[in-house]
């Protein structure tokens, strides 16, 4: 039988009467023929909680015992919604991700999926079985110890899922009915979109728009995995939510598609540091070593041999990044005259494709902010994106004039 790969998020499996519903979607698809893998999320606020459980409990944490602690939210939900399968006369089971099993990196709490090998799961099929529940965001390492893959990772469970057992389709239930040209949290004007490439949407997810996990969309590219993003709150409706796709298969493309801003931003800047061959090495190196994920990178002109080097990370890392800087000048590897970090910045970002072979989409958006008297501190572009550094209190102000200025509001 054809196989569907159905995920559902946080909110979708909230309550028990949520995964109810859930369970009915699941019933439909088995009903029109086909054997579904199911991938679910821990019930939100589950997955915070646990985190805050363990930073509670142990400052520099064991990452190993992380993941042994924030798998477990997943566990549970998986468990139910089995349950309640089987309530309902459908043949189904769960799976934790080690009896699949999803093996990955030994990377704790950001590992990578390395393979899932389909037998077992398909002799329970070849069995009756008609629903496998799989407990998303968790694998397996060499080593035999839980991992986790970095939050939002269920969307990354259900992709490589889709790829490994060739599912004719992968769909993404959430709690917004599509992908929209910005986060409809923000602006009441997003529009929702009925396709988008995977370029596009691979830009937008690591600019922030969390509707997807990156990964999940890298890989979907890869394998060419036929991805959905639906809403599991609407009526059922086969044309609902947004394919994303190739690019050759949207008529319609606008310059810009969609407005993506990442709020817990930090600038930090090293004054004064020598500039020789080998400094951005001797700074980004020990960066790297302390897993800080840096971002934009702006080194300043240089004056009598010495400069300013400017970086962003996520605010949650600027302590360690603080720290590593200290270590690298204790040991003589860099000299700066001081490191000051500002904490109140955001990142706000417009991509499209149509940005390669339109000019003048960042002088459009320079102006824009400027007329809104939005400062910007730092700059990067790519082929088909503009990102600007700005203090966190414009970031809602700025996502919403740009989404006007590029002319990405509701029609009608
Ligand atoms: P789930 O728990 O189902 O995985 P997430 O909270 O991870 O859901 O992702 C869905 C959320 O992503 C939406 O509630 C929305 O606020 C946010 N979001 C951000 N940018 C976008 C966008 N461009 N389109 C749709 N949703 C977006
Ligand atoms: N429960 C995990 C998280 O909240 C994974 C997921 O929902 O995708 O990050
Ligand atoms: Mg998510």
Not at 365 to 378: P, T
Request: hydrophobic share 45%; glycine share 8%.
């Amino acid at each position: 039988m054809p196989i569907l790969v159905m995920k559902f998020g946080g909110t979708s499996v909230a309550t028990l009467d949520r995964i109810a519903r859930a369970s009915k979607r699941v019933a439909r698809e088995v009903a029109n023929g086909y054997d579904v893998i199911v991938i679910v999320s821990a019930m939100s606020g589950k997955t915070n909680e646990l985190v805050g459980w363990v930073e509670e409990t142990s400052h520099m944490y064991d990452a190993r015992e992380y993941d042994a602690v924030v798998s477990s939210g997943e566990q549970v939900t998986a468990g139910l919604m089995s349950l309640r399968l089987q309530e309902m006369d459908i043949p189904a089971r769960s799976w934790q991700g080690w009896q699949v099993p999803v093996k990955t990196t030994g990377v704790h709490s950001a590992a990578r999926i390395e393979d899932i090998p389909p037998a077992n799961i398909m002799s329970k099929f070849a069995e009756g079985m008609r629903v496998a529940v799989v407990a998303g965001f968790q694998g397996i390492a060499d080593d035999g110890r839980i991992t986790t893959l970095g939050r939002g990772g269920s969307d990354t469970t259900a992709v490589a899922f889709a790829a490994a057992f060739g599912a004719e389709r992968c769909d993404i239930y959430t709690d917004v009915d599509g992908v929209y040209t910005t986060d409809p949290r923000i602006s009441e004007k997003a529009r929702k979109l009925d396709k988008i490439a995977f370029e596009e949407m691979l830009e937008l997810a690591s600019l922030g728009a969390k509707v997807l996990q990156t990964r999940s969309v890298e890989l979907a590219m890869r394998y060419k995995v036929k991805l959905r993003v639906l809403s599991s709150f609407e009526e059922y409706d086969p044309n609902a939510g947004t394919l994303v796709c190739d690019e050759e298969d949207i008529v319609e493309q606008n310059v810009v598609s969609g407005v993506a801003y990442q709020r817990d931003e930090a600038k930090m800047t090293l004054l004064s540091v020598a500039d020789r061959p080998g400094i951005a090495s001797a700074i980004f190196t020990p960066l790297a070593e302390a897993g800080i994920n840096v971002d934009m990178i702006v080194q300043n002109i240089s004056e009598e041999g010495r400069t300013d080097m400017t970086f962003s990370c996520p605010t949650n890392q600027v302590a360690r990044a603080e720290a590593a800087m200290a270590e690298a000048k204790e040991a003589g590897n860099i000299n700066f005259h001081d490191l000051v970090a500002d904490t109140e910045v955001a990142k706000v970002s417009v991509v499209g494709i149509g940005m390669r072979s339109h000019t003048g989409i960042a002088a459009k958006m320079f102006d824009v902010l400027s007329k809104e008297g939005v400062n910007i501190k730092v700059i990067t572009t790519s082929e088909i994106k503009i990102s600007v550094l700005i203090e966190r209190k414009y970031m809602e102000l700025a996502v919403q004039a740009l989404h006007d200025a590029f002319g990405l509001e509701k029609v009608g």
